[in-house]
């Protein structure tokens, strides 16, 4: 997620929690933080963030819950039995018309599907609870599993970038992008 980002957000102070068939994304709490020190602490997840660092401690965990903001985040947990599998949230932009999706899946859930079904989830929460036009999103070159979640849920590439992780340094990206229209249009197709 970037640094252009508003004053307040079309989702500022929402505690709605989004459900989905086997995933409840609900608002990050102190009691999530060694379990997202653990998850995020593993260095194949942050090599693929911008914003997380490696080492990631429990203190890294407990600073972001706390860290008010104007980003829509959740912990992702199954609706199963509450464990938590990741993190997603949105962030909006300067000019209030856009955005951004991240988010992040603990090694021990990848090839679940769960978060083609969190990022579909959080797309369509986006543009039904609000007048946004745009939802973006960045994943690095190199990592298909994110690129196929974000085309799984409709986006299209826009554009090559340079993003500089914290972990990472310096890396090569794929822009996405999904407008209103064509969400809609997605949405009355049946498609996504």
């Not at 959740?74 to 962030?91: E, F, H, I, P, Q």
């Not at 989830?121 to 190199?142: G, K």
């Not at 298909?144 to 085309?151: I, N, P, Q, T």
Request: aromatic share 8%; net charge positive.
């Amino acid at each position: 997620m970037t640094e252009d980002s508003l004053d307040t957000s079309p989702f500022e102070n929402d505690e709605r929690r989004i459900r989905t068939t086997r995933l409840v994304m609900r608002k990050v709490i102190a009691a999530d933080a060694a379990e997202i020190a653990r998850q995020a602490g593993d260095k194949q997840i942050a090599m693929m963030t911008a914003r997380i660092p490696h080492p990631y401690s429990l203190a890294d965990a407990k600073a972001f819950i706390a860290k008010p903001g104007d980003e829509f985040v959740r912990a992702v947990t199954l609706v199963s039995n509450g464990c938590l599998v990741g993190v997603a949230g949105l962030k909006p932009h300067r000019d209030g018309r856009a955005v951004e999706l991240g988010y992040w899946f603990g090694a021990d859930h990848w090839g679940r599907g769960y978060g083609t079904e969190a990022a579909q989830a959080f797309v369509d929460f986006a543009f039904v609870s609000s007048d946004i036009e745009c939802v973006w999103a960045r994943c690095r070159v190199i990592n298909a599993a994110s690129r196929r979640v974000l085309e799984k849920c409709g986006f299209q590439m826009r554009r090559m970038g340079i993003l500089d992780s914290v972990c990472a340094g310096r890396v090569s990206t794929e822009d996405y992008h999904l407008d209103r229209g064509a969400w809609t249009a997605l949405k009355a197709w049946g498609g996504k």
